[in-house]
């Protein structure tokens, strides 16, 4: 009878340890990646390679499925790619993407100021369209198979900054495109680049709950984050904490997870 009662307490000690799961590593990535669902192929990664101007998709194995070059104009650099997809802004099979480019433009002032540029394109370099100015993008499903793509266009040569909206709508199929507003709306930082303390513009809802603006380098490992609420609409983030290169940010809320942003610190 001890020997049993020897065996169970044992087997109670070690069973824990064997059921509960452990977190582990399967894989780096070079770039920051992220996660899209594209029709007819499923799950895949995606990241941008900032040297040679290429979107790289990955399969969850973490095999290269796809790289796309992408003809980035004159003196600008990529800052973001978004909606990588298939049937979203064309109905054929050809991998469609959203892109942002940004040049830095240099004043009298030495201030300076960043212009954006948002394209759609395809893996063939076709460009379905060409926004200059624009610098932020969300697709909202409006019914089942119908979504509308609106793109924030800003001016940071004036001041205040200037902005509008354009709506547009997409003749394809919103396959990947959440139905449920994320409630979050950020802006570009400014001044940026920047050496001392930069400035943060967003928005939430007041249904906004736990929300927090996440800032991670190029490689993709966060360095900072900190709780940010509804009753604010920008946040002041003091750079010298940080070493010089670029970093991104996003807000994170209910579940929701906003575009990324660049900011350059120097």
């Not at 770039?31 to 290429?54: L, M, W």
């Not at 040569?157 to 902005?163: H, N």
Request: proline share 4%; charged share 20%; aromatic share 14%.
């Amino acid at each position: 009878m001890k020997k049993y009662l020897i065996l169970i307490i044992i087997a109670i000690i070690i069973l824990p340890n064997n059921v509960i799961s452990q977190i582990s590593l399967i894989n780096t990535y070079d770039e920051a990646v992220y996660v899209t669902n594209i029709e007819d192929e499923g799950y895949k990664y995606y990241g941008i390679n900032f040297e040679t101007n290429q979107c790289l998709i990955y399969n969850l194995d973490h095999s290269l499925w796809k790289s796309i070059d992408i003809a980035t104009p004159e003196n600008s650099y990529i800052d973001e790619i978004a909606y990588v997809s298939s049937k979203l802004f064309n109905t054929d099979s050809n991998i469609e993407l959203l892109v942002v480019f940004n040049e830095y433009i240099v004043t009298s002032d030495t201030s300076g100021y960043f212009l954006y540029t948002t394209k759609v394109i395809n893996e063939n370099g076709v460009t379905f369209l060409d926004v200059p100015g624009g610098g932020y993008s969300i697709i909202y499903k409006i019914e089942e198979n119908e979504a509308n793509l609106l793109i924030y266009i800003y001016d940071f040569s004036i001041s205040p900054i200037g902005a509008s909206t354009n709506v547009y709508s997409i003749p394809g199929v919103p396959y990947s495109v959440n139905e449920i507003d994320s409630g979050i709306k950020l802006e570009n930082a400014f001044p940026n680049p920047s050496s001392s303390f930069i400035t943060i513009p967003y928005e939430l809802n007041q249904t906004s709950k736990n929300a927090r603006i996440v800032i991670y380098n190029e490689i993709g490992t966060e360095v900072y984050r900190k709780d940010v609420d509804s009753k604010s609409n920008n946040y002041k983030l003091n750079t010298r904490r940080f070493t010089k290169g670029v970093y991104f940010y996003h807000i994170e809320t209910n579940g929701y997870s906003s575009p990324s942003r660049k900011i350059i610190i120097q």
